[in-house]
């Protein structure tokens, strides 16, 4: 690795000020010298104010170059060297031009890496050494002093350059530190303001490593820091860079990304390591913003992902559009920010008997009135605040699910739609079942809604977190069936409990004996695999009454009842002879 101080605009000003300097000192070694001009060959004597101009160009325009144009211009100007000391005159004066191998050694090891600056450094001594015995009047004591002065040199201001470059590492990871992350977030701040181009931060924050430290040991914490640091870096945009904060944080530098692409490279990283739970914050910088400011939104981000129970990432509110801001603002308020969960009744078609509930997400936002959920909640997904939308979800569906069964003296199931966002999350079974917990609903009444399409699209991680709700005492229903193919081949090997039959689907039993005669085949295929057939979009009597007559178990639409909030539902179900409160 290079030395971090090589950057475009110091090396450009130091190669070329040493350069510049060496051409001049040729021109003096040569002006100053009586007779010397007349005796050297004028294309040789023209290397000195060539040399010299070549440096004042790469001093003004140098840091315009790519990093090899560099390394060209020391392998061709210590060609030069040697030959301007071939020719010399003078013993005294080709020891002198050979003295001038020391600026070149010094600028290789200040900015190119150890392989790079060894071999050229190799290289100046085989033609130190050709140019000394093809002459032959220079004394071995000379040549050694010279050696000595190149090899010292390039050695002393190679550790001096490699000591800055640590003050700004990380020694355990290698990373750069906080010291070399907010030198390099101060530049890339400045560059964003002058460009235009977006610029996004995030931090990330391991979950629970203080337990690794006390279970395992801190030999083990640093190995899992180690870790982490190793499979994040080689997976990083161009231009990106990785930090280490200190302790179990991590920090991220993006120039070029703004804020939703920046949650998507850092949720990318956090599914690299599946069984390391990772929090992230992340910001999109602001025309008016400062480096601080940009962290401090960042920071902000992460404190509410481990304020709602970790393992996911989100975009801070400032960097979002208009609508998303606003959903993260009553997202904050919860139901006081005009979010509520309203309740559908799932009932048996032969009486209308209402054994179950669905919970559906409604916001009113304080300006544009009801938004609805196709509209709010692709924004919730799309920028990171699904995981705060679905526990505000979770919450509000259990404690009003409570509150409607124990006014109603009904056992009552309930069922929650839930994201595939969330569902691959590492922390959301956690976080479901600590919210049954806190809010006293049974899991074996609550039932996870996920659609056929993510069903269709599953990853390992998803199904087993519906093994491990299933096994917490929670069923699985597919909503949605019946729009998609695939499902159907995996109902044998998929945790499925409750099958919910598309509306579209539903619509048709009335005019289509062939419709009608698919839904009694579809729920014989429910029968035969123990799977529990719900009919979703009911609005007339008469596909109440088809459907009854199938024996369809379960229906839900329209003709029952529209989502209500659960007071409504309180007042018309409860018993006349219970006080409605």
């Not at 023209?46 to 790469?58: E, F, K, S």
């Not at 404190?303 to 400032?318: F, H, N, P, Q």
């Not at 669905?358 to 924004?379: I, Q």
């Not at 014989?524 to 007339?540: M, N, P, R």
């Amino acid at each position: 690795m290079a030395p971090e101080v090589a950057t475009p605009r110091v090396v450009a000003r130091t190669t070329g000020l040493l350069t510049a300097m060496g051409g001049l000192a040729a021109i003096g070694l040569v002006l100053g010298t009586p007779g010397e001009l007349a005796r050297i060959h004028p294309a040789i004597a023209a290397l000195g104010p060539i040399t010299a101009v070549v440096g004042l160009g790469v001093m003004r325009w140098g840091n315009r170059v790519p990093q090899l144009f560099y390394r060209v211009l020391l392998a061709v100007g210590a060609v030069g060297i040697g030959l301007f000391a071939y020719v010399s005159p003078t013993e005294s004066g080709a020891v002198a031009i050979l003295a001038l191998m020391v600026f070149a050694s010094m600028a290789a090891f200040l900015f190119f890496s150890l392989v790079w600056s060894y071999s050229f450094l190799v290289e100046l001594l085989v033609i130190g050494t050709v140019v000394v015995v093809a002459r032959g009047d220079v004394t071995a004591g000379s040549a050694l002093v010279l050696g000595v002065l190149v090899v010292g040199s390039a050695g002393a201001v190679g550790v001096l350059a490699r000591r800055a470059a640590s003050a700004g590492e990380d020694a355990l990871t290698g990373l750069v530190n906080r010291r070399g992350f907010d030198e390099a977030l101060d530049a890339a701040v400045r560059t964003s303001v002058r460009t235009g181009e977006p610029l996004s931060a995030a931090l990330f924050d391991l979950d629970h490593f203080k337990a690794v430290n006390d279970a395992r040991g801190h030999a083990a914490g640093d190995e899992l820091l180690r870790t982490v640091a190793d499979t994040w870096s080689s997976l990083l945009p161009p231009g990106a860079i990785l930090a280490r904060h200190g302790g179990d944080e991590f920090s991220l530098l993006l120039p070029g990304h703004d804020g939703a692409a920046a949650l998507a490279c850092a949720e990318a990283l956090r599914a690299t390591l599946p069984d390391v739970g990772t929090s992230v914050g992340v910001a999109q910088f602001a025309l008016g913003d400062s480096p601080a400011d940009l962290m401090r939104r960042a920071d902000a981000a992460l404190y509410r992902v481990k304020s709602v129970g970790r393992g996911r990432s989100e975009l801070d509110a400032e960097g979002m559009s208009p609508l998303a801001r606003d959903l993260a603002a009553a997202l904050s308020a919860g139901r006081a920010g005009g979010l509520a969960v309203h309740l559908q009744p799932i009932v048996t078609p032969a009486d209308g008997e209402t054994v179950g509930i669905e919970a559906l997400v409604r916001w009113t936002h304080p300006d544009r009135g009801f938004v609805p959920p196709v509209e709010f909640v692709p924004v919730a997904e799309r920028e990171g605040l699904i995981g705060a939308l679905g526990a505000f979800v979770w919450t509000a569906a259990c404690e009003d699910a409570r509150t409607l069964s124990e006014a109603t003296g009904r056992p009552l199931f309930l069922t929650v739609n839930v994201s595939g966002l969330e569902l691959d999350d590492p922390g959301f079974v956690d976080r479901v079942l600590a919210t049954l917990e806190a809010t006293g609903w049974p899991a074996q009444r609550t039932v996870v809604e996920v659609t056929e399409s993510l069903v269709e699209a599953e990853s390992t991680r998803s199904v087993r977190a519906l093994e491990v709700l299933r096994e917490h005492g929670l069923r699985v229903a597919i909503d949605d069936f019946g729009t998609g193919y695939s499902a159907l081949a995996r109902l044998d090997t998929l945790p499925t409990d409750f099958l919910k039959l598309d509306n579209s689907f539903v619509s048709a039993i009335t005019t289509s004996s062939r419709r009608a005669r698919l839904l009694r085949s579809v729920m014989a295929l429910a029968d035969a695999l123990d799977l529990i057939l719900v009919a979703e979009g009911v609005e007339t009597p008469e596909q109440a009454r088809t459907l009854a007559a199938l024996g369809c178990p379960l229906a839900q639409g329209y003709l029952y009842s529209r989502p209500r909030p659960v007071a409504e539902l309180v007042a018309e179900l409860a018993p006349a002879d219970v006080p409605v409160v």
